[in-house]
């Protein structure tokens, strides 16, 4: 039978809301389903806890405050949180639908990817994460299966409904994250901070350029302490022909030490544009597998002892004993014999030969010929007029690069390509990086833009955002950037941090109680308050006709001053129209009172057995369940 029509959760509704149509995944912590939520008319993404999950009362805390930490972050890139809440124990979150595949899921068909695709996905991974961390939350699991490729091609992260405030340490002991992709602080320490995001996002990053996982063992706890005690390997020792710089990518995102990661996503998100930048322009041709193959068996033979095998000339004894008796001894042969075995012999003779002048031409050409190679010269730091003099010396030739440097005096060689140290060929050409100084740039007037784009420009302009704090003071729309330090039209040293002070909108203040107050007091109170007021009509048997029966939100609940608060005024009790039962019998008439629902109170003779008349008369309006008096004479 199939697993979908034995789920207990599908066909059925969920806290009078969600219509559960079909179940998509299952993890360690929970069950996914799609959903139509009839209130809003729309398909959600149903995320139902484990049920012994729901036992925890901690783990339900948690999950309450934080999914609605979550339910703010507004990204495009973020997979948007809903609702969340509980019914009959189970404990849900609802959540955008996308339909798509995972990363995990991607992975698994095409294996690796190219450098241009790995950095295309993790980009907006890293935007998300960002905007979280700006948010002062941490996801603490990234990996593949939170990762979704949409259908229409946009990358999505999930599971921030089961993140966690920026501050404090894992729960009682426990890992909360996939082992394969967890910080070394965190199975050492139990801490957690922006960081350990940013190491999930670097073991990503290796996974997608390679199509494994740098750490494997039979259990998670083997896997884990890997991360504590061995560094992630670089990609191109599994792929041959990857760039060097995306091996310092993942090797920088990955460092053991958390200080020497960057400080959070946005700071790692800077370091990936700027690696896709280097990349050549896609359509060169990437790693083959059998490449990949070769590298990886590159990377074990790294682990054996070497085996040196020396090159030697062949010596005249290679001759058999019957050539050189050919050569030398007085045996009578024919004629043609003797022309046979002098062209065997000096077959042989040449190719001994030749063999020496190839080895003697190797030699010269490596040595000192066309092929030679010799290190290149340590002139950084020198004058350009040095540099060269220094480069002539030794027979190399040198051409000039101007660059900005904020540690090399202006005029001096700031770096040379090759590197110091590294082969160059001999009479080859040396680039000298002459440093002009420091770079400076004019600060972008980014005030009332939308925090992400302010970012962007400020990023493009060459700046790194340093802090970003929230006020709400002024009019400055919520999220939207206020301030600068260093103010717009400022110059700066590129690379220079930048502080933002963005609007976290009009202060929220606790909603006062109006019900039972009549419309002009309750409307007074709530606009005192900063509301805005909506009014409804509403039934009640209980509250008098003209007073606040009931209110949204309820009083006590914190709302950001000029929301708007709807109360709603009592009707009086709800009436019915009373049916006319004259004429009818005693019998018939109680029975059509009931149905209506009335109760029926007999006067009269009980030997007459009709009707006459009725008190309410038919046709009148009564509270349901009052008394009907029938009067039968």
């Known amino acids: 039978m199939d697993a979908t029509v034995r789920d207990p959760f599908v066909g059925h509704e969920l806290d009078n809301r969600y219509e559960v149509e079909r179940r998509v995944a299952r993890g360690g912590m929970a069950t996914v389903y799609v959903a139509l939520d009839r209130r809003l008319g729309r398909e959600v993404a149903l995320k139902i806890m484990h049920s012994h999950l729901a036992d925890d009362e901690q783990f339900v805390a948690r999950f309450i405050r934080e999914a609605r930490s979550a339910a703010k972050l507004s990204h ?75 259908d229409d091609g946009r990358v999505k992260v999930a599971d921030f409904g089961l993140a966690r405030a920026a501050t404090g340490t894992a729960t009682s002991g426990s890992l909360i994250g996939t082992a394969a992709y967890l910080a070394p602080e965190i199975v050492a320490r139990g801490a957690v901070d922006t960081r350990v995001d940013v190491y999930a996002a670097g073991v990503l990053l290796f996974e997608m350029l390679t199509g494994k996982q740098p750490f494997t063992g039979e259990i998670p706890i083997h896997v884990a302490f890997q991360h504590v005690h061995d560094e992630i390997p670089a990609p191109s020792r599994v792929v041959l022909g990857l760039p060097t710089h995306l091996d310092e990518l993942v090797t920088t995102a990955t460092a053991r030490d958390p200080g020497r990661r960057p400080p959070d996503a946005g700071a790692m998100l800077a370091l990936v544009r700027e690696a896709r930048a280097r990349l050549p322009r896609p359509g060169g041709q990437e790693p083959s597998p059998a490449t990949r193959a070769e590298a990886l068996g590159r990377s074990r033979a790294a682990d054996r002892p070497t085996i ?22 007085p045996v009578v042969r024919t004629e043609d014999e003797l022309a046979v075995r002098r062209r065997r012999v000096h077959l042989v003779l040449g190719a001994v030969l030749a063999l020496c002048l190839f080895m003697i031409l190797s030699i010269w050409w490596t040595a000192a010929g066309p092929g030679a190679y010799m290190a290149t010269p340590r002139v950084v730091g020198m004058t350009m007029e040095r540099a060269q003099e220094t480069l002539d010396g030794v027979g190399l030739r040198s051409r000039i690069e101007e660059v900005f440097s904020d540690t090399v005096s202006p005029g001096a060689v700031a770096a040379t390509r090759p590197k110091p140290g590294a082969s160059v060929h001999k009479g080859g050409v040396v680039v000298l990086a ?23 420009e400020l990023m493009d302009a060459g700046m790194v955002i340093d802090r970003v704090n929230y006020s709400d003071i002024g009019d400055v729309p919520q999220g939207s950037v206020i301030s ?29 109680g109006v019900v039972g107050q009549d419309e002009k007091k309750a409307k007074q109170i709530l606009e005192q308050a900063g509301f805005k007021v909506k009014v409804e009509r509403t039934s009640d048997t209980f509250v008098p006709e003209g007073q606040v029966a009931r209110q949204d939100p309820q009083a006590g609940v914190e709302l950001a001053t000029g929301e708007t608060v709807t109360v709603f005024l009592s009707e009086g009790a709800p009436t019915v129209v009373v049916p006319d039962v004259t004429g009818m019998s005693v019998d018939e008439a109680r029975r059509v009172l009931r149905e209506a629902g009335f109760q029926m109170r007999r006067e009269g003779p009980r030997w007459f057995d009709q009707v006459l008349w009725q008190s309410p008369g038919g046709g009148s309006q009564a509270e349901p369940g009052s008394t009907v008096t029938v009067h039968t004479a």
């Open 76 to 150: 495009p890139n973020v997979v948007q949180v809903y609702d969340q809440g509980s019914h009959d124990g189970v404990l849900y979150l609802a959540m955008e639908y996308l339909p798509g595949r995972t990363l995990r899921e991607v992975m698994a068909e095409r294996g690796s990817f190219t450098p241009h695709e790995a950095l295309s996905v993790l980009e907006p991974v890293l935007d998300a994460l960002a905007s979280a961390h700006r948010a002062g939350l941490i996801h603490r699991d990234v990996k593949p299966e939170n990762v979704i490729l949409t």
């Open 308 to 329: 040196h095998q020396e090159t030697r000339a062949m010596p005249l004894g290679g001759l058999s004993r019957r050539d050189l008796r050919a050569l030398s001894g």
């Open 434 to 456: 002459i440093s002009q100084g420091s770079e400076f740039v004019r600060v972008p007037d980014v005030t009332g833009k939308e925090i992400s784009v302010a970012r962007t």
């Open 484 to 512: 600068t330090q260093p103010m717009a039209t400022q110059l700066v040293r590129r690379g220079s941090k930048i502080n933002l002070v963005v609007s976290s909108g009009p202060p929220a203040v606790q909603v006062p």
